[in-house]
């Protein structure tokens, strides 16, 4: 007996755009299909290494394919792990970990660029519904007794019930749409998977009759023998030779193992022997993982053991800020049945994990050689590289020369090698300055200071960058130092302010610092600015901010010392004001304008548009 479900709201979203839009690429779905049996067979082969039930199981494993033009079905089987009940329901009819709602949420409208995200977002599975008017899944657990039927039109429902299945494993016959049954062809499939799973490191087989014909004229016999072929060549690519392949090689095994239509940017092929033995195969991609910024993010590096499949969920393979690597990690040294919590303090892995890390950081740098490759790279990677500054101090000079950065001089990526090359030799320092945007920092009154010493700061508007810039004391024997901090802007060396002048300008303080109050540390008088007034001070501290935010306490706010420029004809007139009242509407305007430059925001922007208006209608 048969039971009905409704798939999620999001998955009847998902199966409306396969079935109705993303019309692109539909061969894909092969490739999706062949991709899910593969990790079916990992995760037996493991199991048949590892746990006691599954010891005595013959394994030997494989993918095979079978069609029927007539019938137009195309069918897709492994005897990998398979599924039982609960596990139909929670992978092909709910969201479970597919990603779908950031699948949907990264729609574009491109129909091309959306196909080509399905991979990647693991709802693979749910592209067999552009080709097809109905699925059947048939399913065996390994070390379970019943198997189980899934079936679907794509329409809302599935349907599942008890079914015979002889052997562990999945299949699956897909019912062919009349404009699609050209997939139900010896040609189209061959060609597929040569296209995309060549690599697969299991057998793919594919079941055909081959038609012959014998004798001539009336003689003539039509003779039909089922053959059975093996289509891919099943070798663990990053187990071969890299004189054996060839860059097509590598490219379609990344599409395929990436579940990404797109070329990879770069790959590192390693084999080592020696005291350690491992193969490696990395791939940086040339757009980021959908996930690259959720705390949730799926690792892409697998790890293999003698070519067995041992996880592809270990984070701790390489570190966070890799995270847009993908790739297979191979090591001959490790046990078969190495736990998570091993693997996370396990020598071997350790050492595998830092040569690692030094061949990737070595192949952005070779890509950094080229400057328009590495502002592509940079713009997709560049946030999550800044990572590493605090978390892998090892690396640190490494990753600093990969860092790119605007300039208040209009430089858009410059480095901090291009920087300490071009600095005056009276400069002392590096100096930044972190905002919330680029725009907002480029108009800080504070970068006339250095505008007149012929000084270029460095821009900083990442998220990233107030947490992690502040750990980096210096580069190549410079210190870097906050533009605005006060400590910072006493290296400049200001002019003196006359006695005359700071007498001149004693009131108008005297009213700025009672109409500020508790606003500000400080108000004092500078030559050197252009603008009206400036904010300086030392920052916050951004890491114990951070903590502070993540405990529930908001971190108390910073006071500032504001600067008023002594030159200006806005304070020139000020100083000889005697309406104490405008004095004071106005020390709070320059106040908020600075705030606005510095933040984008005043704290009371009805207060701030009431005061404005008042001193408009006052002044005209």
Known sequence: MSKKHTFQTEINQLLDLMIHSLYSNKEIFLRELISNASDALDKLNYLTLTDERLKDMKFEPYIELSFDEKKKTLIIEDNGIGMNEEELISNLGTIAKSGTKSFLSSLSGDKKKDSALIGQFGVGFYSVFMVSDKVIVQSKKAGEDKAYAWMSDGKGEYE?????????GTQITIYLKDEDSSFASRWEIENIVKKYSEHIPFPIYLNYTDTKFEGEGDNKKEIKEEKKEQINTAKAIWKMNKNELKDEDYKEFYKSFAHDNTEPMKWIHTKTEGTLEYSTLFFIPQVAPFDLYRVDYKSGVKLYVKRVFITDDDKELLPQYLRFIRGVIDSEDLPLNVSREILQQNKILVNIRAASVKKILGEIENIAKDKEAYEKFYVQFGKVLKEGLYSDYENKEKILNLLRFATSKGEQNISLKEYKEKMPKDQKSIYYMIGQNLELL????????????GYEVLLMADEVDGFVIPSVNEYDKIPLKEASASETL???????????IQKSFENLIAVFKEALGD??????????????VALVGDEQNAMMANLMRQMGQEPPAQKKTMELSSNHPILQKLKDTQDKELLIDTAYLLYASAKLLESGSVENAKEFSNLLNKTILKTL
């Open 519 to 532: 606003e500000v540390k400080d108000i004092i008088l500078s030559v050197s600015l252009t603008s009206p």
């Open 442 to 453: 480029k108009a800080a009154p504070v970068l006339e200071k250095y505008h007149q010493k």
């Open 490 to 500: 006493k290296e400049l060396g200001e002019e003196m302010i006359a006695p005359e």
């Open 160 to 168: 599942i019930s008890v079914c015979k299945r002889e052997t562990q």
